[in-house]
């Protein structure tokens, strides 16, 4: 599926939606200084990637989840890296769209699932992934997915877990990330590649935008 029009992008997914098809990669962002927000995100969408994970890794990024919701409304802006219910609250009420866990407990994912929007919470264990689709998830987190058997691992989940989607994110690179989406039980990727550091630190939005493109081009 090619990434959505700027108006569709706008409307906030109900939890019944794919966030999976929405790009070939959702860029995993760590944002020290809430005011880069904006231009970051509107960087990434014109680049082709209109989903976008802020994670709860840093003081800045419940007010940087609120910039994008509120400035941006192209973008679907979601929260990751969330580890208590009282995160997935607040970070709803500050504009996210979608919430992304790296693993979770019963009491979390009741949380999450309260919460009224789409959910990708993280899995690393074929288990896992049989307890989220009993309680009725079939999209979610593989995490971390090079550490915990990248490309072999997922391929040997299809056939006994065929209606299971993942996002795997952790050690994906560019020239990984082809292998992933070439997965039937697939539907995108999580990454940082195109927001290397020095990007970030200069505020260098084009070249962001330009890593984007790249990016956005892996949807065959």
Same mark, same amino acid.
């Given at each position: 599926?090619?990434?959505?029009?700027?108006?569709?992008?706008?409307?906030?997914?109900? %939890? !019944?939606?794919? #966030?999976?098809?929405?790009?070939?990669?959702?860029?995993?962002?760590?944002?020290?200084?809430?005011?880069?927000? /904006?231009?970051?995100?509107?960087?990434?969408?014109?680049?082709?990637?209109?989903?976008?994970?802020?994670?709860?890794?840093?003081?800045?990024? $419940?007010?940087?989840?609120?910039?994008? !919701? !509120?400035?941006?409304?192209?973008?679907?802006?979601?929260? $990751?890296? /969330?580890?208590?219910?009282?995160?997935?609250?607040?970070?709803?009420?500050?504009?996210?769209?979608?919430? /992304?866990?790296?693993?979770?407990?019963?009491?979390?994912?009741?949380?999450?699932?309260?919460?009224?929007?789409? /959910?990708?919470?993280?899995? !690393?264990?074929?288990?896992?992934?049989?307890?989220?689709?009993?309680?009725?998830?079939?999209?979610?987190?593989?995490?971390?997915?090079?550490?915990?058997?990248?490309?072999?691992? #997922?391929?040997?989940?299809?056939?006994?877990?065929?209606?299971?989607?993942?996002?795997?994110?952790?050690?994906?690179?560019?020239?990984?990330? %082809?292998?992933?989406?070439? #997965?039937?039980?697939?539907?995108?990727?999580?990454?940082?590649?195109?927001?290397?550091?020095?990007?970030?630190?200069?505020?260098?939005?084009?070249?962001?935008?330009?890593?984007?493109?790249?990016?956005?081009?892996?949807?065959?």
């Amino acid at each position: 599926m090619a990434p959505p029009s700027a108006s569709a992008a706008s409307a906030s997914p109900s %939890p !019944s939606d794919s #966030l999976l098809g929405l790009a070939p990669v959702i860029p995993v962002v760590v944002l020290d200084d809430a005011a880069d927000a /904006v231009p970051l995100a509107r960087a990434l969408v014109a680049g082709g990637l209109p989903v976008v994970e802020v994670t709860l890794r840093t003081p800045a990024a $419940g007010e940087a989840i609120r910039a994008i !919701s !509120s400035e941006v409304p192209e973008a679907v802006v979601g929260a $990751g890296t /969330v580890l208590e219910p009282a995160q997935a609250e607040e970070a709803v009420e500050a504009g996210a769209r979608f919430l /992304v866990s790296p693993g979770w407990t019963p009491r979390l994912l009741e949380a999450m699932l309260g919460c009224g929007v789409p /959910v990708l919470p993280g899995v !690393s264990t074929a288990s896992e992934a049989i307890a989220l689709l009993e309680r009725g998830v079939t999209e979610m987190k593989f995490f971390p997915a090079e550490a915990a058997g990248g490309i072999p691992y #997922l391929k040997s989940l299809a056939s006994p877990l065929p209606q299971a989607r993942f996002c795997p994110t952790g050690g994906i690179d560019e020239a990984r990330a %082809p292998g992933y989406l070439a #997965l039937p039980n697939v539907g995108c990727v999580g990454g940082t590649w195109m927001l290397p550091s020095g990007a970030l630190a200069t505020r260098d939005w084009p070249r962001i935008q330009r890593l984007a493109e790249g990016a956005a081009a892996l949807r065959a």
